[in-house]
């Protein structure tokens, strides 16, 4: 089975994470201000990482078996993007994150893209928040299990990130795109729905799909069209280069 990578960032939690997608062997990595979460819920995490500017209690110290890294404020990768880095070096390809919408709008933005960089290397990551689940997927197909639909208007969107995805598929869902070319100006994907009691499927052949569906629905299975090589990078913990001094 996949590794799984649980991080805990500093956005909005809206309320308690589901301890049922916090698997009892997960990694976690608390990446900054995630480390007031991680105290509240009483879970220490395998490493925390961060410049430590949205840290409200007290840095990190030499706590019991907790690695810190700590980053500089002028750097080029964000703090996510380094908790994943820490998260993939650790052997996960599953990234289960909290705290990584809301807040900022830039932060959440660059946490969908980072979604999309996982997919676009084989592996899946999914954002938790407010009642929905972000994921991305790249040249592949997510599948759901069939379940109750407890609640109408629970929505299943689906956007290209790629300038352009073909083949885009959605059996099972309520509108059932069939061989459909969806790009990342082109909406057509948003505001689906799940059918009672009927599995689907989002499938794409070529292209990445980010893909929002509520967070009761258990998250899906993954295939690939095709194998992934290479990773996500090497963790950064220099001064930008691209400072202008």
Known sequence: MTKVCVIFGAGEYYGSPDASLIPSDAYIVAADGGLDHTRALGITPNVVVGDFDSLEGARPTAEA?????????????????????????????????????????DHTLSNIQLMALLAQH????????????????CDGALTFAAH?????????????????????????????????????????????EFRDNVPASISVAQGTLIVTFPIEVALPSIEHVHDFEGGIGELDTEVSALLVR
């Open 65 to 105: 078996g907790m690695r810190t890294v700590v980053l500089p404020p002028l750097k080029d990768d964000p703090d996510m993007l380094s908790a994943l880095k820490i998260g993939w070096a650790a052997g996960c390809r599953e990234f289960r994150i909290w705290g990584g919408l809301g807040g900022r709008v």
């Open 122 to 137: 084989g592996a899946s990551g999914y954002l938790f928040g407010d009642g929905t689940v972000i994921t991305a997927i």
């Open 148 to 192: 109750p639909v407890a609640k109408a208007g629970r929505m299943v969107s689906v956007f290209s990130l790629s300038d352009v995805s073909l083949d885009v598929n959605e059996p099972g869902l309520k509108y059932e795109l069939e061989h459909g070319t969806l790009t990342n100006t082109v909406v057509q994907g948003v505001s689906n």
